[in-house]
């Protein structure tokens, strides 16, 4: 099945976002798989965010994401990564368009609520990051028969 790497940061949590983000991400369809609430070591932002390391946003990008509790969540449905990112919305909320996550809950590129992973490949690499394969489960919710046509 085809999955995704969600993450409420710091900001969404000290908001008390998470519950409305799973709450979208529930209503939409996708199936939550995995989940955990955690404040993340250095090592890990750092292998989570390795294509940013140059960047000159990433020390203090690095000091947000370990500043608080993070929501590590694995979601489940067909095509979940690139349905998750429109639901997420733009980088930058200012410019995310309204009913996205980010367009109706944040003004500013460094506080941006949530992170989901940009692609499939993406998604697998940043799973493996921060989830061991037991803690991802297999169910099925009562409403796959019908959210799907085929
Ligand atoms: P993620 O889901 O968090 O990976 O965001 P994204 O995929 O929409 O954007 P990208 O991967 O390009 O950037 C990762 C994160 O770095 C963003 O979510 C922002 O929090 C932060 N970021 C990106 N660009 C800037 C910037 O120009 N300034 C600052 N302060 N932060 C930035
Ligand atoms: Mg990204």
Not at 109 to 131: K, L, M, Q
């Amino acid at each position: 099945p085809d999955r995704t790497f969600v993450m409420v940061k710091p900001d969404g949590v000290q908001r008390g976002l998470v519950g409305e983000i799973v709450s979208r991400l529930e209503a939409k369809g996708l199936k939550l798989v995995a989940a955990r609430f955690e404040k993340l070591p250095e090592q890990r932002v750092t292998e989570h965010y390795k294509e940013h390391l140059s960047k000159p946003f990433f020390p203090s990008m690095k000091e947000y994401i370990m500043s608080g509790p993070v929501f590590l969540m694995v979601w489940e449905g067909r095509n979940v990564a690139a349905i998750v990112r429109k639901v997420v919305g733009s980088t930058n909320p200012q410019e995310a368009a309204p009913g996205t996550i980010r367009g109706d809950f944040g003004i500013d590129i460094g506080r941006n609520v949530i992170h989901a992973a940009d692609s499939p490949e993406s998604a697998a690499r940043e799973i493996g990051i921060h989830f061991k394969t037991t803690e991802v489960f297999d169910y099925k919710r009562i409403d796959e028969s019908v959210l799907y046509e085929y």
